[in-house]
């Protein structure tokens, strides 16, 4: 993902496992709402990250939410 134009950074964070799955957040740091439109507005990067995790999809919940900086402390 770091290689798409706009993205600064990434956090991966380690869930609490639940129910037998462990699970992981990533949370991207994006230079504007425009850079992050532009790759959420890409056909073809979707399809390529689509066939990409098709062998995993089994074991994939992919759930995507976006936002705006509310509070920042302490850097990224």
């Known amino acids: 993902m770091l290689a798409q134009p706009g993205f600064q950074w990434c956090k991966r964070l380690r869930l609490d496992a639940k129910d037998g799955w462990s699970g992981f957040a990533m949370i991207y740091g994006i230079e504007s709402r425009a850079a992050f439109e532009a790759y959420d507005a890409n056909p073809v990067l979707k399809a390529k990250f689509a066939r ?8 994939l919940r992919i759930e995507r939410f976006s936002g705006e900086v509310d509070f920042s402390a302490g850097g990224a």
Do not use: Q
């Open 52 to 59: 990409e995790r098709e062998p995993f999809a089994h074991l």
